[in-house]
């Protein structure tokens, strides 16, 4: 087990997102990014001997996290497949779920992950370092309009048709292979004084798409009814728009698209009620933690 000093990751919103979870010590909860542990340490404190974690995190750095505790399972899997490996070792439901979205510090930290733009690394971005899709391999072989769609949908970027044009121009004299090719390919889309915020966009683009983080995120939720006990609880961080509006939607419609369901006398039908409203980090969290900034925190109770 790592240390209490861990400095893998910085668990965002520590105290309000486990408190969100209103935790029972006999109870069985599910923390589905595992990462660091940050959480799933202060998940541990709070449950009895009787309780139960299981931990999910698809990343083998998170392997050196594992807490030394007979309570605790990590499931070495994408949290996608949630109650498929939950029925596996025995749980058809839970007393609450736990989900931190973001790219953990780690992550972000090693160069050759290739997730952050201050470090020139490989063009890589996998949270599965096993997965056949890398950064390389969106930037290299996507055609045009594909790679204008990542760039669009998953970014918000205005250039995103300049700049697919740019890379499908440029690899076809050489691959593009490091972030600082990148970069140079795209120099002319990086206005002065905001080229680390478009660079942010263009990283975040196509780290969603190599992780498929939108489609996991919507497969997950979409299996929160059957997982959750009535009851329960849902506490979920997410760090950008696209992510948010669609936790957002869910515990309000039940759904992503379209209204809720109504019942025969015309109440809306939704599996989950949200608990308070809107949590983000204080000014003094971010003080100590930049990488808070961002993270928009969820809670809602299973009806």
């Known amino acids: 087990m790592n240390n209490e000093g861990n400095t893998y990751h910085n668990p965002v919103l520590l105290k309000e997102t486990v408190d969100g ?7 069985v909860y599910v923390d589905v990014t595992f990462g660091g542990g940050g959480h799933s340490r202060e998940i541990l404190k709070r449950l009895g001997k009787n309780g139960r974690l299981i931990g999910f995190d698809q990343d083998e750095d998170a392997l050196a996290n594992v807490p030394d505790d007979d309570r605790f399972t990590l499931v070495e899997q994408n949290f996608r497949h949630i109650k498929r490996f939950l029925r596996f070792h025995g749980i058809k439901q ?5 989900g931190d979205f973001g790219v953990s510090s780690h992550q972000f930290d090693v160069p050759e992950r290739g997730f952050s733009i201050r470090f020139d690394g490989d063009l890589d971005m996998r949270m599965n370092q096993q997965s056949d899709v890398s950064a390389s391999t969106v930037v290299n072989e996507y055609d045009e309009a594909d790679l204008r769609m990542v760039l ?7 250039s995103a048709y300049g700049m697919a044009k740019a890379i499908v121009a440029a690899r076809k004299n050489e691959s593009i ?3 600082e090719d990148l970069k140079r390919v795209l120099a002319k889309f990086l206005p002065k004084f905001k080229d680390n915020k478009v660079l942010a966009q263009i990283y975040q683009a196509i780290r969603i798409e ?13 299996q929160m009814p059957e997982v959750v006990k009535p009851g329960g609880r849902i ?3 997410s760090y950008h728009s696209l ?8 515990i ?12 025969f006398y015309g109440n809306i039908d939704v599996p989950f009620k949200k608990v308070g409203g809107l949590i983000v980090p204080t000014q003094e969290e971010i003080e100590i933690n930049n990488r808070a900034r961002s993270a928009k925190l969820r809670i809602a109770e299973r009806i």
Not at 21 to 27: A, F, Q, T, V
Not at 243 to 250: I, S, Y
């Open 235 to 237: 506490s979920l961080i």
């Open 252 to 263: 309000r419609e039940g759904k992503f698209e379209g209204q809720a369901e109504k019942d």
């Open 177 to 179: 292979k490091t972030s």
């Open 243 to 250: 992510e948010d509006r669609l936790v957002k939607r869910f």
């Open 210 to 222: 190599v992780n498929q983080e939108m489609d996991v995120l919507k497969e997950f939720l979409m």
């Open 94 to 98: 839970v007393d609450g779920v736990l």
């Open 152 to 158: 669009s949908t998953y970014g918000e970027l205005k």
């Open 21 to 27: 979870l209103n935790i029972k010590e006999d109870g």
